[in-house]
């Protein structure tokens, strides 16, 4: 795919974004993307199936989004870091994760996201131990942020992040065997810091 078709894609995907913050998935018409995109229905067609095809491209980026800025931060800071990663994309978030809209983005999540960790760590997803584990860890995770978010970001950004991956280092990726006694220290001790400052 060229720039100008990627350029196209990505306004469909944004004229898509501003009415699924309004509407209901079913509520959106192509005809509704293309009028605000400024394209016609045989452009739409050429790069998708339907509104439902672009939902799926839409939510895939956003996980990929994720799942970069994950490798970024711990290739480059060693989880001495205390990424943007969801911060950044809070505004998709917030919508994605509310439960009138019924998007599935947990199950995509939780999906493209123990794939991930399989792949990264070794691991063997056909073993339920693995498995459940995987799954408390991400539904953990995403039920953590859509709370911070309900209640109005009642903790810093960095403490939020800072608390749960301590709580997964010390907890559920221990048990996976994938985390050293230097990262875990690592966590502890910026949460500590972090904690000091705001006690100040």
């Known amino acids: 795919m ?28 192509v005809k509704d993307i293309t009028k605000i995109a400024g394209y016609n229905r045989s452009t739409f067609y ?4 339907d509104t439902q095809d672009l939902f799926q491209h839409f939510k895939l980026n956003i996980l990929k989004k994720i799942e970069q800025d994950i490798y970024f931060s711990i290739k ?6 205390v990424p943007k990663i969801y911060q950044n994309i809070e505004p998709y978030l917030k919508v994605l994760l509310n439960e009138d809209k019924h998007s599935g983005f ?7 996201f ?15 131990s693995v498995n459940l584990i995987l799954e408390f860890a991400l539904s953990g995770i995403m039920g953590s ?12 950004y960095d403490q939020l992040i800072l608390l749960l991956r301590m709580n997964l280092i010390t907890g ?14 690592t966590v502890k001790a910026n949460y500590s810091s972090l904690n000091d400052k705001r006690n100040r």
Not at 2 to 29: G, H, P
Request: glycine share 2%; net charge negative.
């Open 2 to 29: 060229n720039d100008d078709q990627d350029y196209t894609k990505e306004n469909l995907t944004e004229a898509f974004w501003k009415l699924y913050v309004k509407k209901d998935l079913s509520q959106i018409t």
């Open 46 to 49: 050429y790069h998708f199936e």
């Open 76 to 81: 480059r800071n060693k989880y001495s870091y």
């Open 106 to 112: 947990l199950d995509d999540y939780k999906t493209y």
């Open 114 to 128: 123990k794939s991930y960790y399989t792949i990264s760590w070794n691991l063997d997803l056909s073993d339920p």
């Open 145 to 156: 942020l859509k709370a911070w978010y309900k209640n109005s970001n009642d903790v810093s």
């Open 172 to 185: 559920p990726f221990t048990c996976l065997g994938v985390i050293t006694d230097t990262m875990v220290e």
